[in-house]
């Protein structure tokens, strides 16, 4: 790997060269003479390439209702998401950061509890790690997404505003999607300065807390079919010699 230090930068592939920005420096390399792979390698480069789809996919679908920068590698973070989830186990996605740098459990010491019917309750406490911020404002996001058609059927959103300069009351929040399709519950944290919104990444969060709907299911074997009993063919009747005849002595006759 090769460091492109020129005034002019470029990605992409020219000639058997390789452009590309890695961790905010542009960088080269080149592009090998052959390539080998067994049928394992085929396999995880296209089960790699599905994951790195349906990533875009979710991006795409929440990213419109996400106020907050994600990171630099939130597209490499959530395809090894996937990756590791392992196939349509879109429960896996729960816990993911879209910025690495602050969580949702960052701000509460009491964590939010989430209902089943989409409910958000945040007990009165002191909230935490804000910084200079003035304000708070926390978004409950649902995006229901149906990953057989590649659509989003449906959203809905719901945000309170904290005054950070009183004490906290607790909060609830709702939300409401019905419809087929997976569910993804996304939780929103961003500060606000005396003159406006904070863009420090250490103070602004959005993480998957919930996911609901269609998941993988055990799959349901054929039923077994007994096997015809063979025609039993019935018993033979008993045999029995006939003893034989007492005859005479035979006498030659003279």
């Given at each position: 790997?090769?460091?492109?230090?020129?005034?002019?930068?470029?990605?992409?592939?020219?000639?058997?060269?390789?452009?590309?920005?890695?961790?905010?420096?542009?960088?080269?390399?080149?592009?090998?003479?052959?390539?080998?792979?067994?049928?394992?390698?085929r396999?995880?480069?296209?089960w790699?390439g599905?994951?790195?789809?349906?990533?875009?996919?979710?991006?795409?679908?929440?990213?419109?209702?996400?106020?907050?920068?994600?990171?630099?590698?939130?597209?490499?973070?959530?395809?090894?998401?996937?990756?590791?989830?392992?196939?349509?186990?879109?429960?896996?996605?729960?816990?993911?950061?879209?910025?690495v740098h602050?969580?949702?459990?960052?701000?509460?010491?009491?964590?939010?509890?989430?209902?089943?019917?989409?409910k958000?309750?945040?007990?009165?406490?002191?909230?935490?790690?804000?910084?200079?911020?003035?304000?708070?404002?926390?978004?409950?996001?649902?995006?229901?997404?149906?990953?057989?058609?590649?659509?989003?059927?449906?959203?809905?959103?719901?945000?309170?505003?904290?005054?950070?300069?009183?004490?906290?009351?607790?909060?609830?929040?709702?939300?409401?999607?019905?419809?087929?399709?997976?569910?993804?519950?996304?939780?929103?944290?961003?500060?606000?300065?005396?003159?406006?919104?904070?863009?420090?990444?250490?103070?602004?969060?959005?993480?998957?807390?919930?996911?609901?709907?269609?998941?993988?299911?055990?799959?349901?074997?054929?039923?077994?079919?007994?096997?015809?009993?063979?025609m039993?063919?019935?018993?033979?009747?008993?045999?029995?010699?006939?003893?034989?005849?007492?005859?005479?002595?035979?006498?030659?006759?003279?």
């Open positions: 790997m090769a460091i492109l230090n020129s005034v002019i930068t470029f990605s992409g592939k020219v000639g058997n060269l390789i452009a590309y920005k890695r961790n905010g420096k542009h960088c080269l390399r080149s592009m090998p003479e052959t390539v080998r792979q067994t049928a394992n390698t396999k995880a480069a296209k790699f599905a994951a790195s789809r349906k990533g875009a996919f979710i991006r795409h679908a929440v990213a419109p209702d996400i106020d907050i920068l994600c990171d630099g590698d939130v597209v490499n973070r959530m395809n090894s998401t996937i990756v590791a989830a392992g196939r349509n186990n879109h429960a896996g996605l729960k816990g993911f950061r879209f910025n602050a969580g949702i459990e960052k701000f509460f010491g009491q964590q939010p509890v989430l209902t089943s019917d989409g958000l309750h945040i007990a009165a406490q002191e909230l935490l790690n804000y910084g200079d911020a003035v304000r708070m404002e926390i978004k409950l996001i649902a995006t229901r997404i149906n990953f057989a058609t590649r659509t989003v059927t449906g959203m809905d959103a719901d945000v309170v505003h904290i005054d950070l300069e009183q004490p906290f009351d607790g909060a609830d929040l709702n939300v409401n999607v019905p419809g087929n399709g997976t569910l993804l519950i996304t939780l929103q944290v961003r500060t606000f300065l005396k003159d406006g919104i904070s863009y420090d990444r250490k103070y602004n969060a959005a993480d998957i807390i919930a996911v609901t709907g269609e998941q993988p299911q055990d799959a349901i074997l054929p039923k077994s079919h007994p096997r015809k009993k063979l039993i063919l019935p018993p033979e009747p008993p045999y029995y010699n006939a003893p034989a005849k007492k005859t005479k002595d035979h006498i030659p006759r003279e």
